[in-house]
């Protein structure tokens, strides 16, 4: 399994080298890791409540911080274009976000225009309601996109890089909120950029 954590760890260490420059960005990270341990404790009590919380609070606050705060000029602490970082990126990036949150937001339109379209993939208990229907299908969207980018990253890189990518994303929140639970901190003091002094010492 050495390897295995290996690839988790190298993954991770990309991640936040890559795309977690801004202090906004890392602030938005934590609420989104807090709430996403909020959200998998509900799995266990009402998963409607559960996919409200991830998608409603853990997915917007993370995305946001993605599209809107991260910069996308020159990064010169890794000496990359942004463009191949999207290229280079193991997980979703801009564009493939693009899509996944285009789903997303469409099934609520499906779930209260056109119940039939989305009744098929939600268990006869929660098809009362269009919150509840679009809850469900929020649900298995999530798990959908985490097995299918697996899939990919299978045929492209191995199926260890696809399961430690996997590991890393449910484990996330957790590494999320002890990298990032000083951001807020840094950004009362008027810090909007990660030095990344870290990073320029580990490179040389």
Not at 100 to 111: F, G, H, V
Not at 132 to 152: I, N, S
Request: proline letters at 5%; one cysteine or more; a negative charge.
């Amino acid at each position: 399994m050495h390897p295995f954590f290996e690839t988790v760890a190298t993954q991770r260490w990309d991640d936040h080298c890559y795309y977690h420059h801004s202090r906004i960005n890392q602030t938005l990270h934590l609420i989104s890791a807090l709430s996403f341990l909020v959200a998998y404790a509900y799995l266990f009590i009402d998963p409607v409540i559960a996919a409200l919380i991830a998608w409603l609070v853990s997915m917007t606050t993370r995305q946001i911080g993605h599209f809107f705060f991260e910069p996308t000029d020159y990064d010169v602490v890794n000496q990359a274009t942004h463009e191949h970082k999207e290229e280079i990126k193991v997980g979703y990036n801009l564009q493939r976000k693009v899509v996944l949150l285009s789903i997303w937001a469409a099934i609520p339109a499906l779930a209260y225009w056109m119940p039939e379209a989305v009744q098929w993939a939600v268990p006869t208990e929660y098809q009362d309601t269009p919150l509840r229907m679009t809850a469900m299908v929020w649900l298995f969207l999530g798990a959908g996109g985490l097995v299918f980018r697996v899939l990919q990253l299978w045929q492209q890189q191995g199926l260890m890089a696809g399961l430690a990518w996997a590991y890393k994303i449910i484990t996330d929140p957790v590494h999320d909120v002890k990298m990032y639970h000083k951001a807020p901190l840094y950004l009362m003091r008027g810090q909007l950029l990660d030095p990344m002094e870290h990073v320029n010492a580990s490179q040389h």
